[in-house]
């Protein structure tokens, strides 16, 4: 079974404040993926990667960086958290054949205060 | 601009009933095609997919169904259960990517009730 584990269920921070998300998956899957979901906008991807230490800005790169220096690990870094950061982050994974789903972890609800 | 849509933000279907929720998509180089589903403080899991060389597949009460040339997939639900209440989510990937990234519709709610 594949597994995607994510660093927190839940967070609380303060504005301006750096904060740390990370994921681990156990499957040696090649790409890796961070979305966020917010009501009525669905899943949008910030961020992605397809090897070590490569990264793809998504759709709503701003205010996000990543890191990947290892196979397993990705990590969604917000510089400097603002309250319209407030949201669920989601992680997921899949390998670069066949089949094509993504694998998703269980999701940090984050609020900034 | 969105390139995948679910047009219905929610959808309530009596228990027994069949629910069928669309999507539609724009993007002519989509070729792959997946359901997901999400309950409330969990992440998404994989439901049931669908390759643009068949126009139907089917995985116990889920079938899939897609209409390439009205761009158009919809996923069927029968008889529909209590606990199939979720958010359902359609993704399409681009043929001859290899970065892997899916594109999402924002959802529809699926509420059955009893």
């Known amino acids: 079974d594949v597994k995607v584990t994510q660093s927190s269920r839940y967070l609380v921070k303060r504005t301006g404040e750096k904060v740390f998300l990370e994921c681990v998956q156990d499957m040696d899957h090649e790409n890796m993926f961070w979305y966020r979901q917010d009501p009525g906008l669905g899943l949008r991807l910030i961020y992605f990667?397809?090897?070590?230490?490569?990264?793809e800005k998504g759709d709503i790169p701003e205010g996000y960086s990543v890191s990947r220096e290892k196979k397993e690990r990705f990590s969604l870094i917000l510089e400097s958290a603002s309250t319209n950061q407030t949201s669920m982050y989601l992680c997921?994974?899949?390998?670069?054949?066949?089949?094509?789903?993504?694998?998703f972890g269980p999701g940090t609800r984050l609020t900034v205060t | 601009d969105q390139q995948v849509k679910q047009n219905s933000p929610s959808l309530s279907v009596q228990e027994g009933r069949i629910s069928i929720l669309n999507c539609d998509y724009t993007n002519s180089m989509f070729d792959y095609f997946l359901w997901y589903k999400k309950y409330p403080a969990e992440g998404p899991t994989f439901l049931i997919s669908?390759?643009?060389?068949?126009d139907k597949n089917e995985d116990g009460r889920f079938t899939v169904f897609l209409n390439k040339s009205a761009k158009h997939l919809s996923l069927h639900i029968v008889p529909s259960q209590p606990g199939d209440s979720a958010v359902y989510f359609c993704?399409?990937?681009?043929?001859?990517?290899?970065?892997?990234?899916?594109?999402f519709g924002r959802g529809t709610q699926l509420t059955v009730w009893p």
């Open positions: 669908i390759s643009s060389i068949k």
């Open positions: 990667s397809y090897d070590v230490k490569m990264k």
């Open positions: 997921a994974s899949r390998t670069g054949h066949p089949p094509y789903e993504q694998y």
């Open positions: 993704a399409a990937e681009p043929r001859g990517s290899t970065l892997g990234r899916l594109y």
